[in-house]
DNA sequence: CTGAAAGCGCTAACAA
DNA sequence: TTGTTAGCGCTTTCAG
């Protein structure tokens, strides 16, 4: 590695000295065009790269970024990949990927050790770990600059974007309703994953608002996975008063609920509607299409990393919560209840 | 950032020269037990961590790994970024995500120019961006090591990790044949992804070697997505004389194919027997679960990691060519062809 | 507007 | 076995 030819020969060569070069490799004022000129064209003659450690050394920032997760849709983790990588490239800043289980005590010493290793300059948390209170605080306290996606708990210490989850479980289940269901069941997410819990809030909301009563064993905990969905829809399904709906906290469940319902013969959407929440490919990748809520993860991803970076720059900037909508998609697994029919 | 204590306060609470503070840092030999293990003590007393920037810069490797790719498939990414990460975590390595389309053709220069920049010591590309033949000459021109994983033409001038997806594609055809399929219908991979290709190859041998002929029309050109397959299913299909099997070159192809099935009122396997390639967890979320190919991407990245990373120690040490190989693995997709019942 | 000098915090080469 | 002296290639400080 490392560039043979550094900001020394580039100064030679314009005849200037290499603080200038340095200006205007960095875009700073106070050069006069001719000499930014011929700094650029000297840049240009040679070829040559500034090298980012030696900058970084001197200028005691990395320019690199940390995204930490810990989740197991390969979707959601490439999707929150590309938002903070687009916002990266646009800030001339790299990202490593710091996948780590939430379940681990030690993470935040062991990331707040590779901070003080300045091996970058702050990090993204995304969920379940952004709901992780000793790693937040641990964090906090060894003063690492950090942005969270979708913290579940109260926005205040830290920067974070977050989306109207509750609000678009209410409006699903406010459409399930528009379509005649009455008996509608809820697989709710896993206990760890605030965000995907305060769904089941939505979901009560728009069932208590309509006055329909949700029998005890309608809220199904569910783990976010396609095998928990999978039980879900068993058990639900075999109940003698069968839910004509059933609304899963994140498609994977609804996936699995899907594979339940086709066990025990049932043609959804005629004879069962099922709908999920985070619009991943295998909604569209199943049959029927899965009626579903767009979560925005990229963009979100995207602001996240925008705030970190402008935290960077800005110690002292003040901490910002961001909103980002998600969205009705509604298709193919969902329809009018059989009862509203007769 | 920054590590506000230094090397220099190491060495003065341990009362030794920094050079000595180095050698322990990086387990050298030479040291006095008894130093060692009062210098030990000082870096544990003061919580000391030293710059990873400073030593990149003096030592001249950043030992930062880059990872490129580009693939539609969130899964196949995650499994290629986890193996990677495993092999970086034992080395201590980390890993820089570097996604580029395959199709850009000023890759190779902003790679190099990265390199240059002493962003990492090198890269790993992965398909079809290792087909890319362009990109791989220009990294090899400006001299970044690097490694491929299964590259789909000749082997020989960097390191590789590849599969057997040939052998592979023949023993499934195989089974299929031996469960009395004889009008097999292949779907084939992205014309750009060289070893999804080979597998075209591993077909038509099996089916060669069995004396089976195969129509034209029986081999169609998929593009490796769930659309792709969709189409293929659709057209092979309403032939006069359709398939009694068919065998897609990926997962998200097969699982095209079960729903363009599905709504020719197809059943699946009594029908039409499906099966895929890569196993890819759709497979298994799918109804039926798809026959596929378990692809041990996961340790193939961490092998062309590892590879790498001893390439970047010795630059002189040999090109290596490692196999790792792919296993069958039968589901509930595919059973005996309805004529061999009768 | 431009430059000289002094680091940033570590490793490498050579002495002792 | 240990230390001394130079850097690595940039940015920053402060003069001019």
Known sequence: MSSRITIEDVAALARVSIKTVSRVLNDEPNVQISTRQRVTEAI??????????????????????????DNPCAHYVAKL??????????????????PRSYLNTD???????LYRQS???????SPPLSDVTALVQGLRQERVPLTLISPGGALVESSSVHTNDQEAARLMTEYLISMGHRDIAFVAG?????????RTAGFLEAMQAA????PDDFVYAGLNS??????AGAALLAKPERPTAIFAA???MAAGVCVAARHRGLDIPRDLSVCGFDDIPIAIQVWPALTSVTQPIQDMAEKAAELLIRQIKEPDSAVEHVEIRSELMVRESTYRAPEADA
């Open 44 to 69: 240009n003659r040679l070829n040559f790269r500034p090298s980012r450690v030696a900058r970084s050394l001197a200028a005691r920032r990395t320019f690199i970024l940390g995204l930490m997760y």
């Open 81 to 98: 990949q590309a938002g903070a990588l687009r916002a990266c490239a646009s800030e001339g800043y790299d990202l490593l990927v710091l």
């Open 107 to 113: 993470t935040a010493s062991e990331i707040a050790s």
């Open 119 to 125: 091996r970058f300059d702050g990090v993204i948390l």
């Open 190 to 198: 896993h206990p760890d994953h605030v965000a995907v819990c305060t």
């Open 211 to 214: 006055g329909l009563s949700v």
């Open 226 to 231: 396609f095998e928990s969905g999978e039980q």
């Open 250 to 252: 994140n498609d994977e």
